[in-house]
């Protein structure tokens, strides 16, 4: 019966990853039409404005010019300063017709009402994982794995409640992919009764306060990682240079992805610091101290010291823009690393992976 369940769980789990590969295709087509969108309203945008400016610079009296393709040749070319100003109303109109004009597209519509299928799928998978092992499906790296992918997406959904961030669905759902594919192809293990210091409440109190900070920071990763390219592109624009990704101009602008990509890594960074706090106390009763700098525990530490200096650097020392942006990625490098590397080839009192 047991392996039966287990069995059962892992068809699941290859359904909901079915779904969520369809949802990342659809995603992934909605970011390519908002592409071609602002491509198309951009070329509608720029003849009108350079002829309204070129009308507005006209001498009192002067008579009406026809303008074919730009200005005419006798006119001096606009200062830079208004090339930026127009630049930015173009990007601003572009923003606004193709998100209030078809932002909610039919391919957006179906990649969003995958995600939540593939999420049920998934959450089936992770239960009846439970069932089988009877206790808390996290005890080594398949479960693990299984948990803090649900979580991720579930986060994403949640957190679509409160902002409208369904243009990170293509990020959030191939990060999910690959963790969730290395898992199916490394990570399978039968289900096996747990290691004696495993046998604790905090396992579900340390472990699932650690998947809920993973999972914003996964997020918070997503979002910085949108704000460089959405800041590159806001240079280019400024710089009157050829643009690479058109569906850019129809997201938000790299401040505003700054800004709230530093809420949620805050609400991760709160996670994390439980996270911490929580495997000393459980440390302190399966082994008898509180820290031994263990391999698992110095990661855990270092993760917590980067994002707490991206807090605080961001908060107090100025470090707005690109450079924040880095320090979230490189954050949330170190939880990979902590996660695919030292739970794998690392030995020690954390050797829980099941491997």
Same mark, same amino acid.
């Not at 369904?166 to 969730?180: A, D, M, N, R």
């Given at each position: 019966m047991t392996e039966t369940l287990a069995q059962l769980s892992t068809v699941f789990l290859y359904a909901a990853m079915g779904l969520y590969a369809a949802a990342f295709i659809a995603f992934a087509l909605d970011l390519a039409r908002r592409g071609a969108r602002a491509t198309a309203v951009e070329a509608a945008v720029v003849p009108s404005a350079v002829a309204r400016r070129a009308e507005v610079a006209a001498p009192v009296g002067a008579p009406t010019r026809t303008i074919i393709?730009?200005?005419?040749?006798?006119?001096?070319?606009?200062?830079?300063?208004?090339?930026?100003?127009?630049?930015?109303?173009i990007s601003t109109r572009v923003e606004d017709d193709v998100m209030n004009g078809s932002g909610g597209g039919a391919s957006l519509k179906w990649a969003f009402a995958l995600t939540i299928v593939g999420f049920a799928f998934h959450l089936v998978a992770v239960v009846l994982r439970g069932i089988a092992a009877a206790r808390v499906p996290w005890a080594n790296m398949w479960e693990f794995s299984m948990t803090g992918?649900?979580? #991720? #997406? @579930?986060v994403f959904l949640v957190a679509n409640l409160r902002w409208p961030i369904?243009? &990170?669905?293509?990020?959030?759902?191939?990060?999910?992919? &690959?963790?969730?594919g290395i898992a199916l192809l490394r990570y399978y293990v039968p289900v096996v009764p747990l290691q004696p210091a495993l046998q604790s409440y905090w396992l579900v109190i340390h472990?699932?306060?650690?998947?809920? @900070?993973?999972?914003?920071?996964?997020?918070g990763f997503a979002l910085s990682g949108l704000q460089l390219l959405q800041y590159r592109r806001e240079r280019q624009v400024a710089e009157s240079r050829p643009q690479q990704f058109r569906f850019l101009s129809t997201l938000p602008s790299s401040v505003a992805l700054e800004n709230l990509a530093y809420r949620i890594n805050i609400v991760g960074f709160i996670a994390w610091t439980f996270t911490l706090i929580a495997g000393a106390i459980w440390a302190e009763k399966a082994w008898g101290r509180y820290w031994g700098w263990d391999t698992k525990e110095v990661w855990t530490f270092i993760i917590w010291v980067i994002y707490a200096g991206y807090i605080h650097a961001r908060a107090t020392r100025g470090w707005r823009g690109s450079r924040s942006a880095w320090l979230a990625i490189i @954050?949330?490098?170190?939880?990979?690393?902590?996660f695919g590397i030292v739970n794998v080839f690392f030995h020690g009192l954390h050797a829980y992976s099941g491997l």
């Open positions: 393709g730009g200005a005419p040749a006798d006119t001096p070319p606009p200062p830079s300063s208004a090339l930026g100003r127009l630049s930015s109303r992918t649900l979580v #991720i #997406i @579930g369904k243009y &990170v669905g293509t990020f959030v759902l191939g990060l999910v992919l &690959v963790l969730q472990i699932i306060v650690a998947v809920l @900070g993973t999972a914003f920071f996964a997020l @954050g949330f490098a170190a939880v990979l690393f902590n």
